[in-house]
Nanobody
């Protein structure tokens, strides 16, 4: 199983970025997928998750209304559209595969991880 995250970069506050995570080596459409982020000196925190079909999503309160998670099972890819970015959104963003049913809000509830992509929001 491989997850390859991309799309990070430097953006000004109020701007937008779209992250992508391409998956291979497993039946992508069978799994809940999630995004986490980790800022320097902080623990990895949950950002968003999406059901196997894409019909249900779940967000951390800190990003609700600004971020949108989506997936394209035909392309084995999950996305994170980030709008109205704030300096506190600065972090390395990781995609991950959930190994069980139900939303997973803790990193130990995910078994495979992408390599991370840096998002930096300047004020």
């Amino acid at each position: 199983v491989q997850l390859q995250a991309s799309g990070g970069g430097l953006v000004q506050a109020g701007g937008s970025l779209r992250l992508s995570c391409a998956a291979s080596g497993h039946t992508f459409s069978s799994y809940i997928m999630g995004w986490f982020r980790q800022a320097p000196g902080q623990e990895r925190e949950f950002v968003a998750a999406i059901s196997w079909s894409g019909g249900s999503t779940y967000y951390a309160d800190s990003v609700k209304g600004r971020f949108t998670i989506s997936r394209d099972n035909a392309k084995n890819t999950v996305y994170l559209q980030m709008n109205s970015l704030k300096p506190e959104d600065t972090a390395v963003y990781y995609c991950a595969r959930r190994w069980a049913t139900g939303w997973g809000l803790r990193s130990y509830e995910y078994d495979y991880w992408g390599q991370g992509t840096q998002v930096t929001v300047s004020s």
